[in-house]
């Protein structure tokens, strides 16, 4: 069990869908990132969020949209995605950013786009 | 930039040692290694904040060659919890930017 919470852990959806993922971290951390993990792809950075602001939008597609609420909360909304955006997308946060700090992950959440 | 990880996957008995080596072509200001099961979530290992510096946490360790842009994990006497995919990560800014991941087996 981590202090990061992933829901759902699994999801199925249409092309022409509008789904979220969600992620809270119970840790009291500023700092807050979406990841996406891939077969053929290593854990790539997508957002970061430090003190509820996006610091950093790593070239990803529109029809992925990050909302932070609050520092404890972390959103992605998913739209009119394609099936190679199918893939496992894991929430993390730390203390802060920058250079030293340990990131705590949670445990994904599979999305399968059919 | 992308550190790069090498080798690609280890398969070993257990009881066997391991070297995982991550590099960089750019400056590395601190190394975090990671290990992620089949299905989990990345768990942190450690983190090398500056060269020279070593550490260990049972009978895993990493070094840091900050002079050679390199970090190097240790897994001494393997034993079958250790299998699992390892990500070397390096922090510039905001980013912590993960090689593509050592993939290891122990087997019995």
């Known amino acids: 069990e981590t202090g990061v919470t992933q829901t759902p852990r699994h999801l199925v959806m249409g092309m022409t869908n509008k789904k979220s993922l969600k992620c809270e971290q119970h840790l009291g951390h500023n700092a807050m990132y979406w990841y996406k993990q891939s077969a053929k792809k290593p854990l790539e950075l997508m957002f970061v969020y430090s003190l509820e602001e996006r610091v950093e939008n790593n070239s990803v597609p529109s029809r992925f949209s990050p909302e932070c609420p609050n520092s404890s909360h972390l959103f992605l909304h998913l739209h009119t995605l394609q099936p190679e955006d199918s893939a496992l997308y894991l929430c993390a946060s730390s203390s802060r950013t920058g250079e030293g700090n340990t990131i705590y992950f949670g445990e994904g959440s599979w999305l399968t786009v059919v | 930039q992308q550190p790069v990880q090498s080798p690609q996957a280890v398969i070993l008995r257990e009881g066997e040692d391991a070297v995982i080596n991550c590099s960089s072509s750019?400056?590395?200001?601190?190394v975090h290694w990671y290990r992620q099961k089949h299905g989990e979530a990345p768990v942190f290992l450690m983190i090398?904040?500056?060269?020279?510096e070593q550490k260990g946490h049972e009978k895993i360790s990493a070094s840091f060659n900050e002079k050679k842009q390199q970090s190097s994990l240790y897994l001494t006497a393997s034993q079958l919890s250790y299998s699992g995919t390892y990500f070397c990560?390096?922090?510039?800014?905001?980013?912590?930017?993960f090689g593509k991941g050592t993939k290891l087996t122990v087997n019995p």
């Open positions: 990560g390096t922090a510039r800014s905001e980013k912590l930017v």
């Open positions: 750019k400056a590395l200001y601190s």
């Open positions: 090398l904040l500056k060269g020279g």
